[in-house]
């Protein structure tokens, strides 16, 4: 089997979207079904891939979005889309409309690529494809449509950029992957997809999705970082349904109750960060509270297992791929009651609400106190880990790889 997969040229800022491709990735590299994988991505994405790019199995193609007449293709083909998906949905879904989607395919830069490798299947790991309507069967994985539930989190703009994009995505795709049920849920709910078209697979939880097989020293990362031993770790983007605003609370109140912790984030600062930074200020935790930003991941190895407790106080996630990797790395870790994270913990002594800042300080107060709590944590996340790794993730893809290309 020949595949196509993409990893887009922003990946890396995107968090848990870069760690999930990543995850998928291996799977698909160490199965002997697949016989070749053309990575389709941006140059400064084909520069981390270094442990794929001796393989015989791995066939690198590079798109220079930068590269004035590429920017310019993927812009009119874009707006053109967009347009056409517009029309479809003022006058009814035709085949004239996919017959004109099927034309404008032709501009995009990414159909001859993958119309010169003869791929099976492309399967683009994140919401939205990069092209449409093309005789490759295209498969897009869903993460989430948390707009339905935390509208109050998007703009105007936001919301109808998101509307847009994931009814072509869902409409224009072949298949649809997503890793939970209650995402599939979502899709068949406010969008009337049949259920078939989608099929829920799991990404490989228990292995490590970090390309670096590296660790920094932790001495380096006190001076570089300016921090100490006793810290919260949290590795997030700044949106605000990661609830970093109800932890900057529960850090105030824990460190008022003179329990001296401090608190390290990671991940893309978005602009929402301006609005945690006057938080800080409000509460004065500027000498307690730490925003990396993005880190190598080295840096983040070292700062998940030098940290004394991982704290999630997310509002929403289709799956925590920092939960995931503090229970990999068997570092205490307390997470939100929400989605899928009661499910990938399966004990509800670790978990709380992610709206009551007295429930989460009492939480993370006992994770840091209890020697008790904290080994059960542990024993808790390793035997969870040893469960996840029993399972054989890839058999999901690939039954949907070989669907489609049976159908096509």
Not at 28 to 55: G, Q
Not at 74 to 80: A, K
Not at 181 to 195: L, P
Not at 211 to 217: G, N, T, V
Request: one cysteine or more; charged letters at 20%; glycine letters at 4%.
């Amino acid at each position: 089997m020949k595949i196509a997969f993409y990893i887009h040229h922003t990946t890396i800022s995107a968090g848990g979207i870069y760690t999930y491709t990543i995850g998928i990735l291996r799977q698909l590299f160490n199965s002997p079904k697949i016989k070749k994988i053309i990575i389709i991505t941006s140059k400064e994405i084909a520069d981390t891939l270094d442990e794929y790019k001796n393989s015989n199995k791995i066939e690198l193609k590079v798109v220079d979005r930068k590269k004035t007449t590429i920017y310019l293709r993927l812009l009119i083909w874009y707006g053109l889309f967009v347009s056409v998906q517009i029309a479809s949905e003022i006058f009814g879904s035709t085949s004239l409309f996919d017959k004109i989607k099927i034309l404008l395919s032709k501009i995009n830069p990414y159909n001859k690529i993958l119309a010169n490798d003869e791929a099976e299947v492309f399967h683009v790991p994140i919401q939205y494809a990069p092209i449409y309507k093309i005789n490759v069967p295209i498969i897009i994985t869903m993460h989430d449509l948390q707009e339905y539930h935390y509208p109050q989190y998007f703009s105007i703009k936001e919301k109808l950029h998101r509307k847009i994009n994931n009814k072509i995505a869902i409409n224009d795709s072949d298949h649809i992957i997503c890793s939970f049920a209650h995402v599939k849920n979502d899709i068949i709910k406010y969008f009337g997809v049949e259920s078939n078209k989608v099929s829920v697979c799991p990404p490989p939880f228990a292995e490590n999705w970090f390309l670096s097989k590296k660790e920094s020293d932790w001495v380096l990362i006190q001076k570089k970082y300016n921090i100490r031993k006793k810290f919260l770790l949290y590795p997030a983007a700044t949106w605000e349904h990661k609830n970093h605003i109800t932890l900057l609370q529960a850090v105030k109140k824990i460190n008022n109750d003179n329990l001296d912790i401090d608190l390290v984030c990671t991940g893309n600062k978005t602009n929402y960060y301006s609005t945690i930074d006057e938080k800080i200020s409000e509460l004065k935790l500027e000498n307690a509270v730490h925003f990396l930003g993005i880190v190598p991941e080295e840096d983040l190895i070292c700062l998940y297992n030098n940290s004394a407790l991982v704290v999630i106080p997310t509002l929403y996630e289709a799956g925590s791929g920092p939960l995931y990797e503090a229970m990999r790395y068997q570092v205490p870790v307390i997470c939100s009651n929400v989605t899928s994270l009661p499910d990938t913990v399966e004990n509800s002594e670790f978990l709380f609400d992610p709206n009551d800042v007295n429930a989460l300080a009492n939480k993370i107060k006992i994770g840091l106190t209890d020697s008790g709590f904290r080994q059960r944590n542990i024993v808790n996340s390793k035997n969870r880990m040893d469960y996840f790794s029993q399972i054989d993730y890839s058999k999901n893809f690939i039954g949907v790889y070989q669907k489609l290309i049976k159908i096509s």
